[in-house]
């Protein structure tokens, strides 16, 4: 069993940067973020497998870093050139095995999430 806990959200104005912690307990594999806007279906936006490698959505790609340091056992986001569409609530996730996913149905556990709000 894996348990993820984010933090980092809150409030920052367009263009500025954030970064989202999540500490995860037991033995993630590939780990990844998502994000659910109001009225939007969640959408994986990172994820990265246990040895590094990186995808990212295109919404994204050139403004968010993906990085994990597997001996504290803890998934970053680095949030950039942050827009108003990004404001949204951040989800960490976990796959019991297997390298990344890129949809969020590939993942098998869930943090509570984040907050991000972007104000224009």
């Known amino acids: 069993q894996v348990q993820l806990v984010e933090s980092g959200g809150g409030l920052v104005q367009a263009g500025g940067s954030l970064r989202l912690s999540c500490a995860a307990s037991g033995s993630p594999n590939a780990m990844g973020w998502s994000r659910q806007a109001p009225g939007k279906p969640r959408e994986l936006v990172a994820a990265i497998s246990s040895m590094g490698i990186t995808y990212y959505a295109n919404s994204v790609k050139g403004r968010f870093t993906i990085s994990r340091d597997n001996a504290k056992n803890t998934l970053y986001l680095r949030m950039n050139s942050l827009k108003s569409d990004d404001t949204a609530v951040y989800y960490c996730?976990?796959?019991?095995?297997?390298?990344?996913?890129?949809?969020?149905?590939?993942?098998?556990?869930w943090g509570q999430g984040t907050q991000v709000t972007v104000s224009s």
């Open positions: 996730a976990a796959r019991r095995a297997g390298s990344y996913g890129t949809r969020t149905y590939d993942y098998d556990f």
